[in-house]
């Protein structure tokens, strides 16, 4: 019997695995590449290598699917909303089940599992969203969730007996106590992934994001792109990037693409500052202003700030910081 199992790579999805390898269940583990994923911020990989170590650990087959160009267009306008930021949690589950039944026929898988605990997180693992989430992917009574599935009517592989519904779990709410205390058992000591969730339901993050859906600028560069930086909105079709470390700098260097602006300090330590967007003479100077004001001008009220539009020729000009109250009004 095969199913599919959607691994994050945290704990309770490792567990949901540990649980269906123990009733003879081949696995195939599935795991979703998105623009959001919370692991790349660490700067130690992402989830899905957090996923495919899981999956080593486990001896099992993994699957990546990169479903970042699909995410996007579910969270411009997604069907059953956000959540407390912008996170549209339903639909981006939906998203999830469709792709794993698309993929279950081609392996012939029978069923899914799911690592998901009812009452754990308010949008999407309640009984009424999760019997939306399986309606809408057309996967009703086929998504066995091991760690609650005593508390939720019984699934189709239950019913037909190719899953012992006794050797399940009734496994409720916030608290990870019981998963840890099986994590002891199964002798699970690391599950890198342990936070999940994505990096929309980060308020400063979200406010980026919806920035962008607001000026219908949401595309995989521009996210990038604002995931590297301090993000300032000057006007409708203009925005500037500026880095906050080396780290940020070298990464902004390279998402940086013809008719981008490049702004950075001469003779001084300082940020890479990217515009996207139309310049005139004023933006210009602001942005030289903004870049002048986290350069590290080592107690001189000015900066030589060097700009040129890729791939043209840089030119440069003196000014002073801009002011910490015209800085916010253009803070996204
Ligand atoms: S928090 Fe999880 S379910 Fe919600 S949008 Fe992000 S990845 Fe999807």
């Known amino acids: 019997m095969k199913a599919i199992i959607l691994l994050s ?27 959001f994923c919370l692991c790349d911020r660490k700067g130690s990989g992402s989830c899905g290598n957090y996923a495919y170590k899981v999956a080593i650990q486990l001896g099992i087959e993994f699957r990546l699917i990169n479903a970042a160009d699909d995410f996007l267009e579910v969270l411009k306008k997604p069907k059953y909303g956000y959540g407390s930021n912008m996170n549209p949690c339903i639909d981006c589950r939906i998203l999830f089940f ?11 898988a029978l069923f899914i599992i799911t690592g ?21 992917a057309g996967l009703e009574g086929l998504v066995v969730r091991p760690l609650s599935a ?28 019981r998963q840890i205390a099986l994590a002891k058992e199964f ?7 342990a936070a999940g969730g994505c990096l929309l339901t980060d308020a400063g993050f979200a406010r980026k994001v919806k920035d962008l859906i607001t000026h219908d600028e949401l595309n995989l560069s521009n996210i990038q792109l604002l995931k590297s930086g301090r993000y300032f909105r000057f006007s409708k079709e203009t925005k500037l990037v500026v880095g906050r470390n080396e780290k940020e700098n070298k990464s902004l260097a390279m998402l940086a693409r013809e008719g981008d602006f490049v702004f950075r300090p001469l003779h001084i330590q300082g940020p890479l500052g990217i515009g996207r967007g139309f310049f005139d ?6 942005s030289c202003k903004i870049v002048a004001r986290y350069s590290d001008r080592d107690g001189n009220n000015s ?14 000009l003196i000014t002073s910081p801009l002011g910490e109250d015209e800085l916010e009004r253009f803070r996204v």
């Open 116 to 136: 998901e605990v009812l009452g754990q997180r308010p949008m999407s693992q309640f009984k009424r969203q999760m019997d939306i989430i399986e309606k809408e």
């Open 9 to 35: 790579g945290g704990l309770d999805s490792t567990i949901a695995a540990e649980l269906m390898d123990a009733q003879g269940i081949e696995l195939l583990a599935l795991n979703f590449k998105t623009p």
């Open 281 to 286: 003479p004023n933006l210009i100077n602001l």
């Open 98 to 108: 469709r792709k794993s039944k698309e993929l279950m026929r081609g392996v012939g």
């Open 303 to 316: 900066a030589e700030i060097s700009y040129g539009r890729i791939p043209e020729a840089e030119s440069s």
């Open 150 to 177: 005593k508390l939720l009517p019984p699934t189709i592989p239950e019913k037909l007996g190719w899953i012992n519904r006794e050797k399940l779990l009734d496994i409720t709410g916030r608290s990870r106590k």
């Open 187 to 193: 002798g699970i000591n690391d599950y890198p992934c």
